[in-house]
């Protein structure tokens, strides 16, 4: 930007310095090419520009003090405890800072150094191959869901009791009338739920549950252009719904429940959704303390996604849910939402489900469900912004808008 004219005075234009905001790959080469870079410049620069700070857990002080020497070498760093260089802790956490160059080539360095660091540069080619190579689509047990811009699951809950919508939809007909309205809304996938997951909510029987949903199922199967997924973490349940016709489980547990829903879900071939939670609806408000949100949030994701693939589920039938409400205070709701990006690196694309939460209540000071409409459209743009591939919403069409608006000004 320059500005011409008596702002400019007797020394010709005024030049503007700016920080750019380069957040993509993308937007970095654009403005490379903008200069007029060499092309064989820009493949060389182009990595320089991605800065990353990796936290490597619990490594014992001699390996730490390898890496960090090893990153200031190459020009990034590495930040370590207290009293590592002397060896004067048992272990510490290192925060790898630098860029992806930077990192490759550490990666090198450490290929063939002891202390278990070999296993260690695998592990961050790995993760830095996740963070650059998203995974493209979402598998389900009859097709391929395209993930280059955000999905929409529209919500549709057969229960008296839901927090939100409960009791609306209990008939056949209201049930099967709202599922064609959402679909007509936009929806890319249809989420029918039996069991009520709010805070303090009861405990219903496989037995009733089946009985809500599967005839909605049955009456949908075959008649909707989108999948039907099941909110449900029971294995009986699942195996029926599969069995109706619906594609994908939405397990609130992370196969933490009920063991025997993994081999389910892998016999059908199914799409599945693995949410973290802590303790049953019926406890889990009652434990939302952490020492390392994130981390424990991470690694309970990772380890739900390893029983699931050593069941036999595809890697590209997972997606996971950071579970925003599930034994999560209000802060902690909001951190996982500011630091979203850092569950990329598991490799599977995120489903976020904020809609109508009462974290957005308390912020908001909105008792009612119905009256957080806003607060719900903040916090789905700054999940699609922050890398959420699937958003559960109740308000369709309004949430489509909001989630298309920001993925195009995040890739324009």
């Not at 790995?126 to 955000?150: C, E, F, G, K, Y």
């Not at 929806?187 to 805070?199: K, M, N, Q, V, Y």
């Not at 952490?290 to 890697?315: F, I, K, M, N, Q």
């Amino acid at each position: 930007m320059t500005l011409q004219g008596p702002e400019a005075g007797d020394h010709g234009p005024v030049k503007v310095l700016r920080s750019l905001c380069l957040s993509n790959p993308a937007a970095a080469r654009h403005q490379l090419e903008r200069i007029g870079v060499d092309p064989a410049g820009i493949v060389k620069m182009l990595p320089k520009l991605e800065q990353h700070a990796l936290l490597v857990p619990r490594l014992k002080p001699a390996a730490a003090n390898i890496i960090k020497q090893e990153m200031l070498a190459l020009g990034g760093d590495a930040a370590v405890a207290r009293g590592t260089v002397a060896c004067s802790v048992p272990h510490t956490d290192v925060l790898l800072i630098g860029t992806a160059k930077q990192l490759d080539r550490l990666c090198r360095k450490l290929h063939c150094q002891p202390f278990g660091l070999q296993q260690l540069s695998a592990d961050i080619q790995a993760l830095l191959n996740r963070l650059q190579h998203p995974a493209p689509h979402w598998t389900t047990s009859r097709r391929h869901l395209a993930l280059d811009r955000p999905l929409l699951m529209g919500i549709l809950n057969i229960t008296p009791d839901s927090f939100s919508d409960g009791g609306q939809y209990r008939t056949l007909d209201q049930a099967v009338a709202r599922a064609h309205e959402l679909v007509a809304q936009g929806a890319d996938l249809l989420d029918i739920g039996g069991e009520s997951t709010r805070p303090g909510a009861p405990v219903v029987s496989a037995e009733q549950e089946a009985a809500r949903i599967l005839p909605v199922i049955e009456a949908l199967a075959g008649q909707l252009p989108v999948p039907i997924s099941v909110d449900t973490w029971k294995s009986a349940v699942a195996d029926a719904a599969l069995s109706a016709g619906a594609e994908i489980i939405n397990d609130i547990s992370g196969l933490t429940f009920d063991p025997a829903l993994a081999e389910v879900v892998a016999r059908h071939q199914a799409g599945l959704v693995l949410m973290h939670t802590r303790g049953t609806p019926q406890q889990m408000q009652q434990d939302t303390g952490y020492d390392d949100l994130l981390g424990e949030v991470a690694l309970s994701l990772r380890c739900s996604a390893a029983t699931a693939e050593a069941a036999g589920v595809p890697t590209d039938h997972i997606v996971l849910d950071p579970g925003i409400g599930f034994a999560k205070d209000t802060i902690g709701n909001l951190q996982l939402l500011q630091r979203l990006p850092e569950l990329q690196g598991l490799g599977y694309p995120l489903l976020v489900g904020t809609s109508r939460k009462s974290f957005i209540g308390k912020v908001l000071e909105r008792d009612n469900p119905a009256d957080r409409l806003f607060g719900t459209a903040a916090t789905v743009a700054l999940a699609v912004a922050k890398g959420a591939r699937i958003l559960r919403v109740h308000d369709l069409q309004a949430m489509r808008d909001v989630a298309l608006m920001t993925r195009a000004i995040c890739t324009a």
